[in-house]
């Protein structure tokens, strides 16, 4: 991978998101094109997945999260590297992969998606240590990912505490 840039304004919007199939997947199917917050429309996306993985066994989720991961780092690294910047804003698959983590074993209902949600964006904005020190030194698909798998599981780890005081 060269050097990049390390971001680029949301509010450039590559015009190969809509023609490229990898690109709109990676900008969350064009969520992340969207004024302001990006990350947050892009985690917003991710929830209607919700329900339908909570049908899954539990070992189902967990398989759909490694494949989800395992290929976001490969999808926003060739994303990034196809628009030659470290992180473009718009792109919001990693988001969406943090948010499936923090919902895993919650239960179903609208309040635990909402806490979710508040949860994982709290943690993906503010990143605790090691999450910034992640987000500024690890590079390519890897690093654009694994800032917020770690979030995720920050907000996993606070949402299971809220399901076991209050389910």
């Known amino acids: 991978m060269t050097d990049h840039p390390k ?3 949301a509010e450039f ?3 190969s998101v809509w023609r490229n199939p990898w690109h709109f997947l990676a900008f969350g199917f064009g969520s992340g094109t ?4 990006p990350g947050t429309w892009g985690s917003l996306v991710a ?5 339908l993985w909570q049908m899954l066994p539990d070992w189902g989720y967990w398989l759909m999260l490694g494949i989800t991961m395992l290929f976001g780092f490969w999808l926003c690294g ?6 030659r910047v470290h992180d473009h804003e718009g792109i919001v698959w990693d988001e ?3 948010m499936w983590i923090t919902l895993w074993l919650v ?11 508040l ?6 904005i503010l990143k605790p240590w090691p999450i910034r020190w992640i987000d500024r030194h690890v590079h390519g698909g890897v690093g654009i990912m694994l800032d917020d798998v770690l979030a995720g599981v920050f907000a996993w780890l606070a949402m299971q505490g809220l399901v076991h005081l209050f389910a």
């Open 47 to 51: 929830l209607p997945f919700i329900p």
């Open 78 to 83: 060739k994303v990034a590297d196809d628009l």
């Open 34 to 37: 969207l004024p302001k917050a």
């Open 7 to 9: 971001q680029v304004p």
């Open 107 to 117: 239960p179903q209902g609208w309040y635990w998606l909402l806490a979710g949600f």
């Open 96 to 98: 969406m992969v943090g």
């Open 13 to 15: 919007v590559p015009p």
């Open 119 to 124: 949860m994982f964006r709290f943690f993906d």
